[in-house]
């Protein structure tokens, strides 16, 4: 089902996800170390444009596939609500709140991708 181009948006969605995740983890695991820059991965609809969708064809005179997506994260340095006097940027209530849009990002993708399985087992079924 990853050939639908739906379940396809909502597991690069998750994948985003679990890699900002990761990246507010760590922010929070350094959040005491001196000089430490917080960091965020660019927005999911940065990375969507990036990947370029193309149609891609099975004969030589359709149209070619474009490359695909690049699986790395790039980081970027975000804007810190507070720098503290040894250097860090790590705001923990600012790491708490982005956590709770993960959070949320993460049940709405999933309640999309349920819905659309219905439906698609729907029209399947008949």
């Known amino acids: 089902m990853s050939d639908i181009y739906l379940f396809g948006l909502s597991?690069?969605?998750?994948?985003?996800?679990?890699q900002r995740q990761t990246v507010i983890a760590e922010n929070v695991a350094n959040a005491n170390t001196?000089?430490?820059?917080?960091?965020?991965v660019k927005n999911f609809a940065d990375?969507?444009?990036?990947?370029?969708?193309?149609?891609?064809?099975?004969?030589p005179l359709h149209l070619a596939a474009s490359g695909g997506r690049a699986t790395e994260v790039d980081s970027s340095k975000e804007t810190a609500w507070d720098i503290t006097h040894s250097g860090n940027s790590v705001s923990l209530e600012q790491e708490m709140l982005k956590g709770s849009q993960v959070q949320g990002a993460f049940s709405?993708?999933?309640s999309i991708a349920k819905a659309f399985q219905r439906f698609y087992l729907m029209s399947v079924k008949g």
């Open 34 to 40: 001196p000089g430490y820059l917080g960091k965020d």
């Open 47 to 59: 990375e969507l444009q990036s990947t370029q969708l193309a149609m891609a064809g099975s004969n």
């Open 11 to 18: 597991s690069r969605r998750a994948e985003w996800l679990s």
């Open 108 to 110: 709405l993708n999933t």
